[in-house]
């Protein structure tokens, strides 16, 4: 296949340029212009513009176990009309939960059939896992998954919270494994008896954001950060929504952190007006959290982005109540087109700092860059093809995925998504997804390391 008269953003590349892409089998094999065609199939992509097939390093899929809120074909389906090409599925939301290895494979060879782009699995520490396996569960998966998951503050009971000791000890193991410690990080002292006091007074927005202030976040960043940090082992924040705690993760040595959409583009103020929409945990924060974490995210001091891809059903959002309303967001299909529109089009986010957030920072930390993130000979022929002339207004009910509530409905973007292509095949195409499941294929970090 040759890829014609796009505008493609190469790796190291100061700007877009006019080159062809060749892809043979799942591989680019060259780039330049006028590329000899022997008789292959061509694209050509006039007016658009490439980039390195976008990576979302944090999804739940809930499959299997709760596919009523989402199952892989639709996750990954919804993944791909946004422009994503890989995923990296969270270990607690499933049933049984990844936390060891027959656990993984079962899942596996229950998902793989249905994934219409290239997926991973964290493996998860939970409370239960750490009784019943610790650390031979952890050494068991290792070469299997790129990082674990944990939570400082849970509200399943399926998987519960580690403590501060728990933590020195999965993190001596991380160490040893090269593999980062991932933290839900909310502190549960805080959390759970603020949510006792307050959750009977008022039953409103603000009411339970009080309950996970930015005071929350920072404790449990400070507190497991300290933890890595003196032990020089690998810790990684999900979805950090306030600016203290990416001061804290830049300041460190062994710690990266990521935030999400949501927190980039929305607030308490929103919070009151949309409710249960826009319900996630850690919640939303106040105008100016927003505005900072833009800032520590174009000068690196939050390594990249990830959707926190959690749907609720119809039924589980809407329950009556702020309390019981269910925390999550289908983020998967929109978070490529919003950082396309609000960072690299509004100039927040350099070229080179689009690519990093959106691909190669990720495929670097969790071990597949030797692979995915970078549009070079011999890397995997993960393709995002958008028109930067078109827009992109947010229907969640025009979604490939079962999650249809959004707080991003009626958002107009700058670009649209015409094409994804997964390893040479194209998967997206002008509002269509092309394949049925099967295209996307399991993803071990490289060699085991």
Avoid at 179 to 186: F, G
Avoid at 274 to 294: D, F, N, R, Y
Wanted: a negative charge; hydrophobic letters at 40%.
């Amino acid at each position: 296949m040759i890829i014609r008269n796009g505008a493609v953003a190469i790796s190291g590349a100061p700007r877009l340029i006019r080159t062809d892409i060749q892809v043979k089998g799942e591989k680019i094999t060259a780039l330049g212009r006028d590329l000899p065609s022997d008789g292959e199939r061509e694209i050509d992509a006039s007016g658009l513009e490439i980039f390195p097939g976008g990576i979302d390093p944090h999804v739940h899929f809930f499959d299997p176990g709760f596919p009523d809120k989402e199952d892989f074909f639709h996750g990954t389906a919804a993944a791909a009309s946004g422009g994503i090409t890989t995923v990296i599925d969270m270990p607690g939301t499933s049933d049984p939960p990844v936390i060891n290895k027959r656990n993984l494979e079962h899942k596996r060879s229950i998902v793989e059939p249905k994934a219409v782009v290239d997926f991973a699995f964290f493996g998860g520490v939970s409370a239960q896992a750490y009784r019943e396996g610790f650390p031979h569960w952890m050494r068991e998966l290792a070469p299997l998954v790129p990082a674990f998951k944990t939570y400082a503050t849970s509200g399943s009971t399926a998987f519960e919270r580690l403590n501060h000791y728990q933590y020195s000890r999965v993190l001596e193991v991380a160490r040893e494994l090269h593999r980062p410690i991932l933290v839900h990080a909310e502190d549960a002292d805080f959390v759970l008896p603020a949510t006792e006091d307050l959750r009977e007074k008022e039953n409103t927005p603000a009411a339970f954001a009080a309950t996970r202030p930015e005071l929350a976040e920072t404790l449990a960043v400070f507190a497991v950060s300290e933890i890595a940090e003196t032990l020089q082992a690998p810790l990684h924040i999900v979805h950090i929504g306030t600016a203290r705690a990416a001061e804290i993760v830049a300041g460190r040595t062994t710690t990266t952190g990521e935030t999400c959409p949501q927190y980039l583009a929305f607030d308490i103020d929103d919070f009151e007006r949309i409710g249960s929409p826009l319900k996630i945990t850690p919640p939303v924060k106040g105008p100016e959290e927003k505005h900072l974490l833009w800032n520590y995210l174009a000068d690196g001091g939050i390594d990249f982005v990830a959707s926190d891809h959690a749907p609720g059903t119809r039924a589980e959002k809407n329950t009556g109540s702020i309390w019981t309303d269910y925390a999550g967001i289908p983020g998967g299909p929109t978070i490529y087109p919003y950082l396309y529109s609000a960072g690299l089009r509004s100039g927040r986010l350099t070229l080179a700092r689009f690519l990093e957030v959106t691909s190669a920072a990720a495929a670097r930390r969790y071990g597949l860059d030797d692979r995915k993130g970078r549009i070079e000979v011999g890397m995997d022929a993960d393709l995002t093809f958008v028109d930067p002339t078109a827009a992109t207004v947010v229907h969640g009910a025009d979604s490939p995925s079962k999650g249809k509530i959004t707080p991003f409905e009626g958002m107009r973007l700058h670009g649209r998504v015409q094409i994804t292509i997964v390893r040479g095949s194209v998967v997206y195409r002008e509002g269509k997804v092309l394949s049925a499941g099967g295209t996307g294929r399991f993803l071990a970090p490289r060699n085991g390391e």
